[in-house]
């Protein structure tokens, strides 16, 4: 029994728990026991907000805005560390991949989400990244008052960038065979998901 | 038995080179009149065998093999029955650890040999004691999980078995379970409760007998004649008794501060099994369920129930099985999902199972739901975890030996105790027992088994788990120790192991551990008994009863032959056929004591043969070199220490006496139990005497070692030769 | 009709449990062990815990049974080959190891003392070296020497040959192959530390002052390797700050899944032996829970009243060592919500059980172990009775209320009514 007075702050839900195990992998953050193995391998989480094993514990207490604007999935640089030590043998990256699909879909306002989802467009139409389509993109999906923000933010390293010739403004040619990259990753897509399915 | 003697000397070994052994073999002859001996280089050899095989076809029965020790080369020198086998320990405690070609070592061989003729001067061989109208059925005394198991491998085994059950069903606590934890891999999925296929396999058993809605009212005798009265008229005579009484449940209402008895909806384990069986958990939307309800918490159960995390593990699972969306809650302080349970845990962290690990603050009414107030320590803070439909309390277990009086307190009783003058014997710490009314012993020393720390008549020891302070009964299951069910139910089966060896072992009229195998026993000289009943309260085993007198009534089948009984006797009228005061005096005064101006003190030393005999051997497979003044006797226990031995020794002039045996309180490490605890006690008397004598107390010591101790040997030995030396010269020596 | 007489496989503590409980009740046993000696891991060990009593002392109460009992064969440096036939009536192969010494043996040293091959003392976990020709301790049951085979460069040498008075060794000798005819099995082949080396993150092997808890163990025997001192392996200095790692491959889908069951008491254990030797050194435990089960909280508890044994939550990731061989653990400490670098003298890496039979099977021709390697615990209904460690992880008590059980099991299988 705690003797302080300290006044309890209504935590774990289940709402959100159950909810985030519904989505795409969701369901293996349930596992983690709290070793946090997982954090002391991350590259990133120095910059993180949470590690992943701190993000898991969010999770598991319902706290829906916490995790949704944590940086933690965003930062994940999908090194497959963590997952590769798991010793509950949970995909890390998979299921920060699969919480950075949900929140690409559901919020496409949202800012790493939406520079996220238009970078991948843009990468797969030719498998090599057009800078200035991806930039232009991520604007006209931020909408005009944020993007002046951004742009107004950035402009001085985009001058940079152009100097250097580092943002040309026509697109790099297609790479050989784009077709059959798409086929690649809709394949592994695939067998990504039929993998978790037997919970492996 | 008439004694033909051969007395057959190895010269192998170094022992050759070491000692004189023409010397040594004159000793036999000329001081024990035993011209029979022979030597050999390699005695150990099939050739040397040989000859003394050739010599026992002659009608030698009665073999000196002075060579190595009695550790070494034991199926070599095993002559059967009917030989008496007598190793002399040349090798170890002379040749190798002494100078060799010295005078001192030749002095150390030639007492060697004289200890050794002298107690085979005065050694029989003992006849096995048969007891009467054995039975070999088993005894269960209690019919939950623990005992089902028990008497069902029992009967499997070919063994008669009767339960005593107290309730009206078999069954016990598990009985009352929907489930239970897996057993077997893969160890996530629960089975089904066994209990009513095992109840069936029971009754449809012509070999058990069941009594349900009945107890233990007496047991009197001894293992193999154990005779049961069960209330109700009924009797039985037993083996071997299984003491199955598992445990209770942590009383609740003690966890007041926890909720309970002040909200409906806080439960315990059990009552959350019954939700389970009458299938009410189908509406429930939130379970949260509290580790360590009293368990591991100094106010209530200082000891972790052990089980209560794998029973809450399971409990989760009944949530999601009748209601897939509840939602359950552990909180926890460590989740001990201990060996293959990791997977169990893991599967019910895969159900969507949220573990909170902390302390619990405080439970909380929430308009007809509950909140959990917790310590969290992972999210750093106080959390409330709220809308609970049940708080379940994983309220641990208390062995059922833990309730109950102690006997012979009632006041008048223990004010009588109080106003008593304290004296030799209230040194001895008593044992526990509480009058719970499992057994009901008509023991001299008290009516059921003694326990341990929290009430548990566990076993002391690590590598005997089964060892109880009562010879032929056996604690299996949560009474012996917390467990979960399936570790109780490996326990019952290897109790049954047990029960049935004891049987076996009293049949053949053999000791039970750890003499196993022994076939003396001790007797009494009863015309010599003075009442004083020493034995009767010192027999570790509670083996010894007594008449209305106060005469000592031994229950041989009950004895484990460590010979405490034969130590404690100020009259000296215990004995065994191959173990005696007598001898042990004998062989102590056979020794040659050298007068005052040689210089040459005599130190003896009385030696548990478990641990620090084999460590004297440790040493010399060491070489280490140690005081050639030093005469070891080993004993069987310390606690067969007669203090006419020291008293004897003391006039005969030896210059010091030493005890070597193990360490003893909390966790003492003798196997005899309180062995070297009462040699210890002992000597203390002795000090007293020894100074009315004009003698310095520091002669005389007691060293705790333990076996791995070996390496100390020499330094110990060496440092109380030194403080011998210094003390100078027992003034006795010489009259 | 059934056949009597009961194998056992594995002479620790498990097997010479099963073996003199069966035998004490009257059958006829067979006990193979593949060592030289028996007693197993747990003659390895400086003390059990809670006692902190050494294993040795029952052991040799084990063994004077063994001495006084003729209803036990027993058959070292010996592995089972084969079991074929069914529950009740067994046919089992069994191949007798050459050990180059023959039954001759009085363990008088003259081998040792000339042999002139040094190899790393397996006894020891190679923390020391000792002779191709050897004594493999001083508990050594049976007293016996033995001489490593593959060390031994046999003829071209001899000079033990010429050494041992007694005609005891044989290096022309060749594996024996024996034929037994069993009722039941009891297998109980104990288990091995998991190979700590598999954890590449901590380095061990390469990490100089990083050891196993069984390694400490050895290190803390008066007779052991290092005179009784915990000292660091690299340069024989006592160390200030020592650091436990629990769960190094238990609990651990990359290694072994399930947890180990001994670790964390061994540990607590072990923290008493370094509080002996050096009373101020700092210990740290990083642990994901403590599980000191039932009456063992007590131990547990004392060893929290230590103010400088500290309990961290959290596994630990990367291990490095310096070149001064001081070790850096990182791992988030789950109280501080922070990551820590914990600088230490010695890492004793917690690693648990693995048996055997996940790499060799029974050798029975049908399935009796678990995705573990384990014996699954309804073996017995075969007539292959698993016991302690070969079943589960499990302390020793835990282990020797197994091998009784699996005696019993066993002494059913014997006599026909088994189901």
Redesign the interface.
């Known amino acids: 029994?705690?003797a302080?007075k300290?006044?309890?702050?209504?935590?774990?839900?289940?709402d959100f728990?159950?909810e985030f195990?519904k989505i795409e992998n969701g369901?293996y953050a349930?596992?983690?026991?709290?070793?946090?193995?997982c954090?002391?391998?991350c590259p990133s989480?120095e910059m993180m907000d949470y590690?992943p094993?701190?993000f898991f514990?969010l999770i598991?207490?319902g706290e829906k805005e916490k995790v949704m604007k944590a940086n933690t999935p965003w930062l994940c640089t999908s090194c497959y560390l963590c997952t590769?030590?798991?010793?509950?043998?949970i995909p890390i990256v998979d299921v920060m991949h699969g919480l950075k699909h949900e929140l690409a879909q559901k919020s496409s306002k949202d800012g790493v989400a939406l520079l996220s989802k238009v970078f991948f467009k843009t990468f797969m139409k030719r498998g090599r990244l057009f800078e200035l389509g991806f930039t232009n993109g991520f604007m006209m999906g931020l909408g005009p008052p944020k993007a002046l923000k951004v742009t107004l933010k950035q402009q001085d390293c985009a001058l940079d960038m152009v100097k250097h010739k580092r943002l040309p403004f026509f697109p790099p040619k297609k790479i050989k065979g784009a077709g059959q990259l798409k086929k690649i990753y809709n394949k592994a897509a695939a067998l990504q998901k039929e993998a978790h399915k037997d919970?492996v | 038995m008439d004694k033909k003697w051969g007395v057959y000397f190895c010269t192998g070994c170094g022992i050759g080179d070491a000692l004189d052994i023409d010397a040594l073999a004159k000793v036999a002859k000329s001081e024990f009149k035993q011209q029979n001996c022979k030597n050999h280089p390699f005695l150990c050899s099939k050739e040397g065998i040989d000859t003394i095989k050739a010599d026992i076809a002659d009608g030698v029965n009665t073999l000196v093999i002075p060579a190595c020790s009695s550790r070494a080369k034991y199926e070599e020198f095993r002559f059967g029955p009917g030989i008496i086998v007598e190793r002399v320990n040349l090798r170890e405690q002379a040749a190798w650890t002494h100078e060799v070609d010295d005078e001192d070592t030749q002095m150390l061989g030639e007492d060697l040999m004289r200890m050794a003729m002298t107690k085979v001067k005065l050694t029989e061989l003992p006849e096995p004691w048969q007891v009467e109208n054995l039975s070999k059925d088993v005894l269960v005394v209690g019919g939950g999980i623990a005992g089902m198991t028990a008497a069902m491998e029992s009967a499997k085994a070919g063994y008669k078995v009767t339960i005593v059950e107290k309730g009206p069903a078999l069954g016990g606590y598990v009985g009352k379970m929907y489930k239970v934890a897996p057993t077997k891999a893969p160890y996530d999925v629960l089975p089904d409760n066994p209990v009513p296929a095992l109840t069936k396999a029971l009754e449809d058993n012509p070999n058990v007998t069941v009594y349900t809605g009945a107890t233990v009212e007496s047991i009197s005798g001894g293992p193999g004649t154990f005779d049961v009265k069960i209330s109700g008229g009924a009797d039985a005579r037993a083996g071997a008794v299984i003491l199955a009484t598992g445990s209770v449940p942590f009383e609740a209402a003690k966890l007041g501060?926890l909720g309970y008895g002040k909200f409906p909806q806080v439960i315990t384990q059990t009552d959350f099994e019954q939700l389970a069986i009458d299938g009410k958990l189908k509406n429930v939307e939130?379970v949260g369920f509290i580790q360590c309800a009293g368990s591991r918490d100094s106010h209530f159960l200082s000891y972790c129930s052990a089980a209560c995390c794998v029973e809450s593990l399971k409990q989760a699972r009944y949530l999601k099985e009748q209601n897939p969306?509840g939602?359950a809650?552990v909180f926890y302080k460590d989740?001990r999902a201990v060996g293959k349970y990791e997977y169990l845990?893991?599967q019910v962290?895969?159900?969507?199972?949220?573990?909170?690990?902390g302390?619990?603050?405080?439970i909380a009414g929430d308009g007809g739901k509950l909140?959990v107030?917790?310590?969290?320590a992972?999210?750093g803070?106080?959390?409330?975890?709220?809308?609970l439909d049940y708080v379940v309390l994983a309220n641990g277990m208390v062995p059922s030996t833990a309730f109950g009086t102690e006997p012979g307190q009632t006041e008048a009783e223990a004010e009588a105790a109080t106003a008593k003058e304290k004296t030799e014997e209230d040194d001895i710490p008593k044992d526990v027992i509480l009058k719970s009314d499992l057994l009901n012993l008509n023991y001299r020393q008290g009516p059921e088994l003694p326990t341990l720390k929290y009430g548990f008549p566990d076993s002391h020891f690590v590598c005997f788990p089964y060892e109880s302070r009562r010879t032929g009964i056996y604690a299996v299951g949560t009474v012996r120790n917390p467990m979960h069910v399936g570790a109780a139910i490996e326990d019952a089966t290897g109790g049954a192991m047990k029960a049935i060896q004891c049987i076996e072992g009293c049949a053949a009229g053999k000791a039970l551990h750890p003499r196993s195998g022994d076939e003396s026993y001790p007797e009494f000289a009863m015309q010599r008994c003075t009442q004083c009943k020493r034995c009767t309260e010192e027999c570790p085993f509670g083996a010894i009863n007594e008449d209305e007198k106060g005469n000592p009534l031994p229950e041989l089948t009950r004895c484990r032959r460590c010979g405490t009984c034969m130590g404690a006797c100020p009259e000296r009228i215990i004995s065994f056929k191959n173990y005696s005061v007598g001898m042990i005096g004998n062989m102590a005064k056979a020794i040659e004591v050298p007068d005052e101006d040689e210089e040459k003190p005599r130190i003896l030393i009385f030696a548990c043969e478990n641990d620090a005999i084999p460590a004297l051997d440790m040493a010399g497979l060491g070489r280490l070199q140690y005081n050639a003044w030093v005469r070891v006797i080993p004993v069987r226990c310390l606690g067969s220490l007669n203090l006419v031995w020291i008293a004897d020794a003391m006039s005969k002039g030896f210059d010091g006496v030493m005890l070597l045996g193990c360490k003893h309180g909390d966790d003492y490490q003798c196997h005899f139990m309180k062995g070297s605890e009462l040699a210890e006690i002992r000597l203390s008397k002795v000090s007293e005497t020894l100074d009315r004598l004009g003698l310095e107390s520091e002669r005389v010591r007691f060293k705790a070692i333990n076996i791995m101790d070996y390496t100390l040997i020499p330094s110990i030995l060496d440092d109380f030769a030194q403080k011998i030396d210094e003390l100078g010269p027992n003034p006795m020596k010489g009259f | 009709m059934a056949n009597k007489t009961i194998l056992v496989v594995g002479g620790g503590i498990s097997g010479l449990s099963a073996a003199l409980e069966a035998a004490e009740a009257g059958r006829e046993v067979v006990l193979v062990e593949k060592n030289p000696y028996l007693g197993g891991r747990v003659t390895q060990l400086h003390q059990y815990f809670p006692k902190l009593c050494p294993p040795n002392c029952g052991l040799e109460i084990n063994f004077k049974r063994l001495r006084e009992n003729s209803s036990i064969k027993v058959y070292t440096s010996a592995e089972v080959e084969s079991i074929t036939g069914e529950k009740g009536n067994f046919t089992v192969k069994v191949n007798l190891n050459p050990t180059f010494i023959n039954a001759n043996c009085t363990a008088c040293g003259k081998c040792a003392e000339v042999c002139p091959v040094e190899i790393p003392n397996a006894f020891n976990y190679g923390l020391d070296k000792t002779k191709a020709a050897h004594l493999p301790h001083q508990f050594a049951f049976p007293l016996k020497f033995t001489i490593d085979t593959a060390a031994c460069p046999g003829a071209s040498c001899g000079k033990c040959v010429e050494a041992c008075e007694y005609k005891a060794i044989d290096l022309g000798m060749q594996l024996e192959t024996l034929s037994l005819n069993v009722g039941a099995v009891v297998w109980a082949t104990g288990w091995n530390p998991y190979d700590a080396s598999k954890i590449g993150?901590y380095g061990y092997g390469r990490n100089k002052n990083m050891i196993t808890n069984v390694m400490l163990e050895r290190m803390a025997v008066e007779a052991g390797p290092t005179g009784g001192k915990i000292v660091r392996p690299s340069d024989g200095k006592a160390p200030e700050t020592i650091a436990f790692v629990q769960?190094a491959g238990s609990?651990?889908?990359?290694?072994q899944p399930y947890c180990s069951q001994v670790c964390c008491m061994a540990t607590l254990k072990q923290t008493t032996y370094i509080r002996e030797q050096y009373p101020d050194a700092k210990i740290y435990i990083f642990y994901?829970d403590i599980r000191a089960m039932g009456k063992y909280e007590d131990f547990y508890v004392n060893v929290q009243k230590d103010e400088n044994v500290v309990f961290i939550?959290?596994?630990?990731?990367?291990i490095t060592e310096d070149a001064s061989g001081t070790l850096e653990l990182?791992?988030?400490d789950?109280y501080a919500?922070k990551?820590i670098k914990q600088k230490a003298d010695l890492v004793v890496l917690a690693t648990g059980m693995a048996p055997p039979t996940r790499d060799t099977g029974v050798p029975v021709g049908f399935e009796v172990t678990d995705q573990d390697g384990f014996v699954v615990s309804n073996a017995a209904e075969v007539g292959i009775s698993g016991a302690g460690c070969a079943k589960k992880p499990s302390e020793v008590s835990g282990s020797v209320r197994d091998a009784t059980a699996a005696a019993l099991q066993a002494i059913q299988g014997t006599v026909g009514g088994g189901n």
């Open positions: 029994m705690s302080d300290e006044q309890a702050t209504p935590r774990y839900a289940p728990h159950q195990r369901e349930s596992q983690c026991m709290q070793c946090g193995l954090a002391v391998t989480r590690t094993r701190a514990k598991h207490a590769v030590r798991c010793p509950r043998g919970g | 501060h939130r969306a939602q809650y989740l845990y893991k962290q895969a159900d969507g199972t949220v573990f909170i690990k302390e619990v603050a405080n909140t107030e917790i310590d969290d992972i999210l803070e106080k959390v409330a975890v709220q809308s | 993150y769960c609990r651990d889908e990359n290694h994901i939550k959290g596994k630990v990731g990367e990182e791992v988030e789950q919500g990551i």
